[in-house]
C-alpha cells in the first residue's frame, strides 16, 4: 500500500466533516506486522479453543483479534479470534421511522439479506452523514466521532495483501471510516464499511481477514485519537449482506489489556460503536431498501 496516499482519495459520496478533526492520511505500512507473544488459541475465559474455527458459520464472518501497534505503525501480534453475533438489529434502537412500512416486513422470498444481498439491489452510496452520527448515546454511554472520512480506494485503508486482493476481485467501490472516542475518554476505536458487489463477495473478503488483514486505524490530527493505532487493540471483523465491517478498538492510555475482563470491554466498545453507528442505517437499507 502506498503510506502516503491512504485515506487521502474522496469519492462522490463524500460529506462535509467540518465538525471531525480529520487525518487525511491513514498509517499504514508497506509491510504487514509480524507475530509476537500474545496468548493464542483461546476462548474467552480461557479455554482451550477447537482449531480451525476461523469461519465456520455460512456467510457470516464475526471475529477478534487481540493486536499490538508500534509507535511507528503497525507491530506484529498472534491473533485471539472470538466469535460475536453479526451485526443484529438491536432491539433497543429503532429504524429511523415512525411507523414500520409494509415493505421493512421480513421477506422469505427476499432471502436473509432482504434488500442488501447484493450492491445492484442496494445501489445508494455510502456517506459519512449516514453512516456515522457525531455523537451517539447506547446504554447509558456516550460516543463521540473524531476522525470521518470516505475513500474509493478501499485497498488503502486496510492491512493485508490477501485482504487487498479479496477487496478487488470482490469489485469493492468504497470504504467508509469513522473513529470514536469514548464519552469517559478512556476507550477509542474505528470502524470501516467496505461496499462489494454481492454479500458473497463480501464473505470471501471476510474469510482473507487475519492476523495480519485488518482495517487501518483512522488517526485525528489532535485530541486523544491522534495516537489511535499506536497501542494494544483488538480488531472484529463481520459481514452484513455486500458489507464487510472492520472494527479496531484500544484504550485512550495505549496500555495492553491484559486481563480477560479488559479485552471483554474493549470487545464490547467495538461492537457498540457498530450498533450505535453504521449497523442503524445498514439494517435500514436491509429491512427497507432505502439508504
Known amino acids: 500500500m502506498d503510506h502516503q496516499g491512504a485515506g487521502r482519495t474522496r469519492s462522490a459520496a463524500d460529506t462535509p466533516m467540518a465538525p471531525d478533526d480529520v487525518d487525511p492520511i491513514a498509517r499504514v505500512d508497506p509491510q504487514p506486522p509480524v507475530a509476537v507473544a500474545v496468548p493464542a488459541g483461546r476462548r474467552r475465559g480461557g479455554k482451550a479453543r477447537p482449531k480451525r474455527r476461523l469461519a465456520s458459520r455460512p456467510g457470516l464472518l464475526a471475529a477478534a483479534v487481540v493486536v499490538v501497534v508500534a509507535a511507528a505503525g503497525f507491530g506484529g501480534y498472534k491473533f485471539l479470534y472470538e466469535p460475536r453475533v453479526n451485526a443484529p438489529v438491536s432491539p433497543s434502537l429503532r429504524l429511523p421511522t415512525t411507523a414500520a412500512p409494509a415493505s421493512s416486513a421480513f421477506s422469505q422470498s427476499l432471502g436473509k439479506w432482504q434488500h442488501i444481498g447484493t450492491r445492484t439491489q442496494d445501489p445508494d452510496l455510502l456517506t459519512v452523514e449516514g453512516l456515522f452520527p457525531p455523537q451517539f448515546v447506547l446504554n447509558g454511554s456516550s460516543y463521540v466521532r473524531t476522525a470521518a472520512t470516505v475513500s474509493k480506494n478501499c485497498s488503502q485503508a486496510v492491512y493485508g495483501a490477501h485482504l487487498q486482493a479479496a477487496l478487488q476481485s470482490g469489485h469493492c467501490t468504497q470504504v467508509a471510516r469513522a473513529t470514536y472516542l469514548s464519552g469517559n475518554g478512556q476507550m477509542m476505536g474505528t470502524v470501516g464499511v467496505l461496499n462489494l458487489?454481492?454479500?458473497?463477495?463480501?464473505?470471501?473478503?471476510?474469510?482473507?481477514?487475519?492476523?495480519?488483514?485488518?482495517?487501518?486505524?483512522?488517526?485525528?490530527?489532535?485530541?486523544?485519537?491522534?495516537?489511535?493505532?499506536?497501542g494494544t487493540g483488538v480488531v472484529q471483523a463481520e459481514v452484513k449482506g455486500h458489507y464487510l465491517i472492520l472494527m479496531w478498538a484500544e484504550f485512550a492510555n495505549l496500555k495492553s489489556p491484559a486481563s480477560s475482563a479488559a479485552k471483554q470491554e474493549l470487545e464490547q466498545f467495538a461492537a457498540n460503536l457498530v450498533t450505535g453507528s453504521a449497523n442503524i442505517n445498514l439494517s435500514t437499507r436491509m429491512l427497507t431498501g432505502k439508504a
Open 197 to 230: 458487489v454481492s454479500s458473497a463477495a463480501a464473505s470471501k473478503a471476510g474469510q482473507a481477514t487475519g492476523p495480519q488483514a485488518i482495517i487501518a486505524p483512522l488517526s485525528a490530527k489532535t485530541g486523544p485519537t491522534k495516537k489511535l493505532g499506536n
